[in-house]
């Protein structure tokens, strides 16, 4: 008689371990999941931020080295705001490629030389609240962009012409 009641004591605490253990094993996989999604909101937060100021600085980079030929480059303005200009010859006609800033836009238009540019004709490229270009010596070009959060970027970037001694 007495086996009866310790093998029905031992089945009892067999079978609190074991919803004591998957209570834990829930707990645990809960807090894992909230950590888990906190960790996503900011790695996705983080991507969003550096994407406007990545998009613009490679977009700016490589329409510079597109044009890296001599005279193709210079500074103008577009409505008001300074403008990164590149010529291209089509069929024996000039363009010229603004890059500038309009409400917290960094645009570009593609129009033929001797058109006034209109700032609100220009297509999105990416969301800045600051763009910059300096002309600086020997070919050379500072273009400091922000983004809406205030971070930066500078880019140095080199014509191709001009005087090529360092």
Same mark, same amino acid.
């Given at each position: ?16 371990f ?20 906190q ?6 937060k983080?991507?969003?931020?550096? %994407? %406007? ?10 329409k510079f080295?597109?044009? =890296?030929?001599?005279q ?28 500038y ?13 001797? %058109? ?13 609240? =600051? ?6 010596? =020997? ?13 930066? &970027? ?9 005087? %090529? &001694?360092?």
């Open positions: 008689m007495n086996l009866n009641r310790s093998s029905s004591h031992s089945h009892s605490v067999c079978r609190l074991t919803v004591v253990l998957l209570g834990l094993f829930l707990i645990f996989l809960l807090v894992m999941l909230l950590f888990s999604a960790a996503y909101r900011t790695a996705t983080g991507t969003q931020q550096n %994407n %406007n100021l990545y998009t613009a600085s490679s977009y700016i980079s490589v080295h597109q044009h =890296d030929s001599s193709s480059i210079f500074t103008d303005t577009v409505d008001g705001s300074p403008a990164l200009c590149m010529t291209d010859t089509v069929n024996d006609q000039q363009y010229i490629t603004y890059i800033l309009k409400e917290q836009h960094l645009k570009e238009l593609f129009t033929a030389a001797g %058109n006034t540019p209109s700032a609100q004709m220009g297509t999105n490229i990416a969301s800045l609240s =600051d763009f910059q270009i300096q002309q600086e010596t =020997d070919g050379f070009y500072r273009i400091t962009l922000k983004d809406p959060d205030s971070n930066t &970027s500078s880019l140095l970037l080199h014509s191709g012409f001009g005087n %090529n &001694s360092f």
